[in-house]
């Protein structure tokens, strides 16, 4: 083993007398925090308000239960706003509730004044919406209970209570067949059956592009997005899926593995919702779990193109609703108090990323796992067996949960960069575009216009080849990009979008423009018309203008003997050697595979 994650993950180890005494510390230290100087009264109006899961634990709110109590919380106190936000593809609003103490609810204003941000989102995937009703539970508290405001001094919580509007509304109690509970649910696609998990960067869903445009106000610096899993059995209700690491600006990572993940994994042990890595198994959590590669498309790798600290809960599928509720609601809580303690630690590796972000010369498109770099983990599951399965005959898994057991297993949780890019002066986008202006836009990254037309010396990628993924998110993903780059004096006109690369959002540019990123907007088929020959010729015409050429250019004439000597094939076919001739001949169209984002050099 190339070493452990004791450091990053000291919870997962075999409990020593230093941990019980880092719990009691932390239980002490909880208690002992400063207080409102209001009444340490419960508000009724507020505290009273009930929600269906309250009277029922298998029972989740239905969308309009959900927007209901917030309009009555927002109603019963001055501290919560409920913003109607844009559209969704339900044709509902996307709300926002605000959290202020101060009754401030202004982005802008709360920015001055050195607030930050906490961002929560639900029902992402309805069909697990915990999040949904440990939400409602946890704002209530808060705006409640004058004893917690301290935590809110210096934090403001924005929460969408339901995202995924048009897959709650498909509510059922079967889509999710290998699930405990609730008794009823959303659906996981949206009302265009898409899986918004997936749409950060081609925001395909109305949902996601109203989503990039509060996140770009908001500027959170902790975002949580709330789910549940799939996968093995075993014995924690909680899973985490912290933003990749290795992907994440170093100073923010600093701060991550040394600091937020050890802090919050203690203090859910101390509460009694001890967690885990999330679990994603090779095969059982026995042979291994490793780190979660989460890409621009997911909804923390989004946020963290924007040096935002991201994460993803995962409560465990068959674990009681009632459980998987309580134990997101601690998690929230846990990162509030985080938030609160650490404010001026979190402000600092921000600040130090954002200014990294905005003058490093060089950025990372695409990570692998490093499957050499192995840290071990204590990890608490259930012995994974099989035995034949009632309906083939053959074997089949199954975790036998009356053999617990409690032993360290091998962590991947390290990637090393597999693809970078010198970032360019600025990046030239023809206003034909607009799909990909708008998405730039939405996202507030700042551009100027051309005042002229005008020619521009840029370096264009000509593609050279790439594959493309069956059907997917309504996309046909391309992947594997390969490009040879070319030095061109291009046309421009009027109204071209310069996009500087000096600003805070250079990973959520670079990420998106360049062609051979795994979310880039090319890989997401916004540029494909520049696949496709729009010209061609008649092989009865062209071949005497082909000779021609070819007596005119003998180099060319010579380049195409060769060709012919080299390979039996191509001397035998007509039609290649009159397509040799016409792609390097003034006849083939320019534009052809030429991708039309233009980078100025330093």
Known sequence: MAGTNQDAYPMLFPKSSLYFSTVICLVLLTACQPTSTNSLEAIPEIKNLAIPFEAKANTTATYSETIRFYQELAAASPQLELRAYGSTDSGQP???????????????KLQEQGKQVLMINNAIHPGEPCGVDATMLFLRDYLSQPELQAFLEHTVIIAIPFYNIG?????????RANQNGPEAYGFRGNARNLDLNRDFIKCDSYNARTFNQIFSEWQPEVFVDNHTSNGADYQYTLTLIPTQHNKLNQHLAKYLNERMLPRLFEDMAARQWEMTPYVYARNTPDDG????LDLPRYSSGYAALFNCLSFMPETHMLKPFEDRVQSVYQFMDAMLRLMHEDRDQIAAARRAAIEQTQSQPRFALNWQLDSEKTDSINFKGYAASYKASAISGLDRLYYDRTAPYEKVIPFYNHYKTSLEVDKPQAYIIPQAYR???????????????????????VTLY????????????????????TMESEQHNWQYRAGDYVVPTNQAGNRYIIETLEPQAPDSYFSWNFFDGILMQKEYFSAYVFE????????????????????KMADPDFAQSSSAQLNFVYRRSPWYEPTHRIYPVGRLEP
Do not use: C
Request: glycine share 8%.
């Open 94 to 108: 996307l709300h926002l509730a605000i959290v202020s103490k101060d009754g401030v609810f202004d982005a802008v």
């Open 167 to 175: 897959g709650g509304l498909n509510r059922s109690s079967t889509s």
């Open 544 to 563: 005497d203008l082909a000779a021609g050429y070819l007596s005119e250019h003998p180099e060319l004439a010579a380049e195409l003997e060769a060709k």
């Open 462 to 481: 000509r593609i050279e080849d790439f594959k493309t993924r069956n059907a997917y998110e309504g996309h046909y993903l391309h992947y594997q990009t």
């Open 435 to 457: 799909e990909v202006i708008e998405r730039l836009q939405w996202n507030g990254i700042q551009m100027t216009r051309l005042e002229r037309d005008t020619v521009l010396a």
């Open 289 to 292: 779990i490793a780190g979660f």
